[in-house]
């Protein structure tokens, strides 16, 4: 086991090298604009721009400048500087990650209690009106993309432009130190949007998952045993949970990219905004210090759903 | 035959599934009796309602939307018109079942120790840790070695005929007065079939409770059973003491049945034979006497006529549903018993000709 968790994390390091290379030829390769050129300011001279390549290091063959990039990243944990606003990029995605990590982690909360809720009330019930209301909602969530969903919610909900001025709208985001509660108010509608379309997923799968399972033998014997059917139940639900689980670790990557969608939307300061808006500006240091943060925590959550999954699952042994 | 009232009188249940292409008629009024401390054997080819009707007894296919009429009467108490509550209380606690597939019997994400503990805290109030030692006690009297270090298992690292001994040790938790094991031995190997019957024959004769054995091989019931009650598509074709069923079989169906078991010591001519045909479809069934189509001997107005379980004549306790006379089924027996196929034994003649040479 041990062994397995050693082998996992040095692929995982291995791959995030692949990514750090891949991202930086993609970035550059594409024509996006120079970075030079775009802090040159208006109608620069050619030696200007020349000179600003030269301290930029852009001037070197891609070559050398990956192999600077990488060392400072893998020895230094040192993205680089933003081309834009000459700030370092690990200041600036630190001090954002605050409000990126309470959108993820309270839509990943919802998301997993929402979806698994409705799936397993949806199973038991299975076509009951309130199934097919469920499930049909559920059909409407997954088709809808955050962008759209986040207008619609800004729309009708929020206290400036809303049909109903209930929830504080875009930009009303504070840091939970500040004052929580107005943090937990500016937080529910982009929570519930970016939850949305996974918690619709993850109902239909617990609900098939779900039905599958209770009508297995084992449940069958649990009730030739005389157990209470709460006591039924929750053996199923325990069953039918593991093939879910699995699917966390996929889902991490829909989380963020949702984030960058739901934080633009919301105007919400945090690493997704940040990505976005650095990718308008061809920022290329900081989009690459996000894109390798993202990469970061969907390897690490993979490595750690499939370590928990052995304890989830007595069957599955690691060698 | 004990002329007490009997631990379990089923009386002409029927069990019918509505489903998309018709009903299915799983079970059609079938009459039994199980009395304390017996064996009674079920037998029939799969998809001939043995099962059903057990899963019913326990209340098992209410939550399938089956139609359910008749009386199944456990101790005096009716349990088809007993609230879910208290059939769920006698569930497990003085009726228990154990299944063909041991391993998927089994929920797999828990210790083997703690799903008996749970079958003993489902009925008993006793605290977690005397249910524990329960479970490994029991682990025991169903002869699994060092029961204490087996019970901290899962399933999964159980062999087969282990499996089916935990499920009978589950069985056994809160000392049943009836045990009804479906097709107990099918998943599992030959020596092992022997070893977990010759288990459920101890403890019955140790615990003294009654037992239905559902099984397709009469071989399994010819060890075990005190009464055998033959299936057929839904109906009870016959039903005797073990010892009748085997020495004087009066259906034909019967006849396939023990034709088709190999024998050491029987005459090397007769040769095993299987019965033509398959079982029929639960939604459509053969008019008449269902059997008529793979029936060697039926003749056109079988097809017609629904026969009925009747005694069979100076054969007390024998019941059989054949539209044939009893003199014919008499002839037909003695001759295929001696070695004769189907058609031979058809052929006219007196009773007994080249039989017994």
């Known amino acids: ?319 | 035959m004990s002329a007490a009232e009997p631990l379990l009188r089923v009386e002409e249940l029927r069990v019918e599934f509505p489903g998309e292409d018709g009903v299915v008629h799983a079970v059609d009024g079938i009459t039994y009796q199980v009395h304390a401390g017996r064996t009674l054997g079920i037998v029939g080819e799969s998809g001939s309602g043995k099962t059903v009707a057990s899963l019913t007894t326990l209340g098992l296919t209410r939550r399938q939307g089956a139609n359910i009429s008749g009386r199944i009467s456990f101790e005096g108490q009716d349990l088809l018109a007993l609230p879910e509550e208290q059939l769920r209380a006698i569930r497990g606690n003085e009726i228990a079942m154990i299944f063909q597939d041991p391993l998927s019997s089994l929920h797999p994400l828990y210790r083997v120790g703690a799903q008996l503990a749970e079958a003993v805290r489902a009925h008993r109030d006793t605290s977690r840790a005397q249910a524990r030692s329960r479970a490994v006690e029991l682990l025991g009297l169903v002869g699994i070695p060092d029961p204490a270090r087996r019970a901290q298992e899962y399933p999964h690292e159980f062999s087969g005929g282990m499996r089916q001994r935990a499920m009978i040790a589950m069985a056994l938790a809160n000392d049943p007065k009836l045990l009804i094991a479906d097709e107990p031995t099918t998943a599992l190997d030959v020596t092992v079939q022997a070893q977990i019957l010759a288990l459920m024959e101890r403890l019955q004769s140790e615990l003294g409770m009654a037992i239905v054995i559902i099984t397709h091989d009469l071989g399994v019931v010819a060890e075990m059973a005190d009464e055998i009650a033959v299936m057929y598509a839904g109906r009870i074709v016959e039903m005797a003491s073990a010892e009748a069923i085997f020495a004087r079989p009066q259906h034909p169906y019967t006849w396939g049945l023990l034709r088709s078991i190999p024998t050491l010591t029987g005459p090397r001519a007769a040769e095993l034979e299987a019965i033509p045909g398959s079982p029929p479809s639960l939604i459509r069934r053969p008019s008449g006497c269902h059997f008529h189509p793979r029936c060697a001997y039926a003749q056109p107005e079988h097809a017609v006529i629904t026969p009925v379980l009747e005694p069979v004549p100076q054969e007390p306790g024998h019941q059989v549903a054949c539209l044939l006379a009893a003199e014919e089924r008499a002839r037909l027996w003695s001759r295929l018993r001696a070695g004769n196929s189907a058609a031979q034994a058809q052929q006219a003649g007196p009773a007994g000709t080249g039989a017994r040479g």
């Not at chain 1, 300011?41 to 030269?54: C, L, N, S, T, V």
């Not at chain 1, 984030?259 to 633009?264: D, N, Q």
């Not at chain 1, 500006?281 to 900081?286: E, G, I, N, P, R």
Request: net charge positive.
């Open chain 1, 1 to 319: 086991m041990t062994g397995y968790i050693i082998r996992r994390i040095l692929w995982g390091v291995a791959l995030l090298v692949i990514i750090c290379a891949a991202t930086f030829v993609l970035f550059r390769i594409f024509p996006t604009g120079n970075p030079a050129v775009l802090r040159a300011g208006r109608d620069p001279q050619p030696k200007e721009i020349a000179e600003i390549e030269r301290v930029l290091g852009l001037n070197k063959p891609l070559i050398v400048q990956f192999w600077d990039y990488l060392k400072s990243v893998l020895l230094h944990f040192d993205f680089g500087y933003s081309y834009y606003s000459d700030e370092s990029v690990r200041g600036l995605i630190g001090e954002r990650l605050e409000a990126t990590a309470s959108l993820t982690i309270g839509a990943a909360v919802l998301w997993f209690i929402g979806g698994l809720g409705v799936g397993i009330v949806s199973a038991l019930r299975r076509h009951s009106l309130l199934d097919r209301a469920a499930m049909g909602t559920a059909l409407v969530l997954i088709s809808a993309p955050e962008f759209w969903l986040g207008l619609i919610a800004l729309f009708l909900f929020s206290s400036d432009i809303g049909r109903w001025k209930v929830f504080p709208g875009a930009g009303s985001y504070v840091p939970i130190t500040s004052d929580p509660w107005k943090w937990f108010t500016s937080l529910i509608m982009p929570w519930f949007v970016l939850a949305a379309g996974g918690a619709a997923v993850y109902a239909r799968l617990m609900r098939g998952s779900l039905i599958e399972v209770m009508g297995e033998d084992y449940i069958r014997t649990a009730r030739a045993k005389g157990l209470e059917e709460r006591r039924v139940t929750r053996q199923g639900v325990r069953a039918s949970i593991n093939p879910i689980v699995t699917l966390l670790a996929l889902e991490t990557g829909a989380l963020l990219g949702g984030a960058v969608v739901v934080e633009t939307v919301f105007n919400i300061p945090g690493v997704g905004l940040l990505a976005y808006q650095s990718i308008t500006h061809s920022d290329f240091a900081v989009v690459q210090g996000t894109v390798l943060l993202a990469a970061m925590f969907i390897i690490v959550a993979n490595i750690v759903v499939d370590i928990a999954y052995a304890y989830l699952d007595p069957r599955v042994r690691y060698s």
